[in-house]
């Protein structure tokens, strides 16, 4: 995907975001992170906004300090301004990324053709996975539009999972293979002993899932279960990932 597409779907999420954190209410429950309210999901998801255009904006070519991070992020404490907060800086994160100079450098932590292209990507999928759950505290997920959702899918196995000190090993290698049938699109994952193995070519694999590119990406983001999709094989592989893949920056 173009930056353009990305930064077009930071504005439509965090859109949806804003919307469905409204109708839910601030003291609602978020499903997928039980330790959250809704107001702490858009105090998360605005900072975080603000937080990665400061790298876009400034090119900044170090990684923050906690203490500045804290202060770039820190959110109203009046919950009556806490929305147009919220609005105000995923808008400004998606002009930063749209103005910015193709040859941007600046300080990214995965591998991606350019920082700029990181930061569209990474803030696309920060902002729609974070619409799903404030959707999920207000009653119904939209889909995803496929190459978003296949997008996503490649963001998560080969720049998170497949980092070098990442925790998805197995001892004897196990695999799992996904299939996203409105794209025709496929993954397989060989999962070894020190490192993962990703392919896009549909094969043998102990664990396998098929369905829509949208729920592979919520499954494979634990925002849903695996109940409705066609599946064949051992499903320990898919609590292997539950408890393995974490989405840190560092």
């Known amino acids: 995907m173009e ?17 469905a954190a409204a109708a839910a209410g ?13 107001r702490d999901l858009v105090r998360h998801t605005g900072g975080v906004h603000r937080w990665a255009a ?18 770039v992020m820190a ?64 009653g119904a997920i939209t889909p995803y539009p496929p190459e978003h959702a296949a997008d996503g899918l490649d963001e998560l196995l080969l720049g998170f999972a497949s980092r070098r000190k990442g925790r998805l090993r197995a001892d ?4 799992f293979a996904l299939h996203a049938a409105d794209l025709g699109a496929d993954w397989l994952v060989r999962v070894q002993p020190d490192r993962i193995e990703v392919t896009h070519q549909p094969g043998e694999a102990d664990w396998s899932v098929s369905g829509s590119a949208s729920d592979l990406y919520l ?15 051992d499903p320990a592989l898919l609590e292997l990932w539950r408890a393995s893949v974490r989405v840190r920056w560092s």
């Open 75 to 138: 959110p109203p404490e009046d919950d009556g301004e806490l929305l147009g907060w919220f609005r105000e800086g995923y808008a400004r994160l998606a002009d930063t990324l749209a103005a910015a100079p193709p040859d941007l450098k600046c300080w990214s932590f995965l591998p991606a053709p350019t920082p700029l292209e990181f930061w569209a990507r990474r803030q696309a999928h920060e902002t729609a996975i974070h619409r799903a759950d404030a959707q999920s505290a207000a």
């Open 3 to 19: 930056v353009t597409e990305h930064v077009a779907a930071i504005r439509r999420d965090g859109a949806l975001l804003a919307e």
């Open 172 to 175: 004897p290698p196990r695999s």
């Open 26 to 38: 601030w003291d609602a429950a978020v499903p997928p992170c039980p330790e959250w309210r809704v």
């Open 219 to 233: 499954l494979l983001w634990n925002r849903r279960g695996p109940e409705g999709l066609e599946t064949h094989g």
């Open 54 to 71: 400061t790298y876009v904006r400034e090119a900044r070519e170090q990684p923050m300090e906690d203490d500045e991070a804290d202060r």
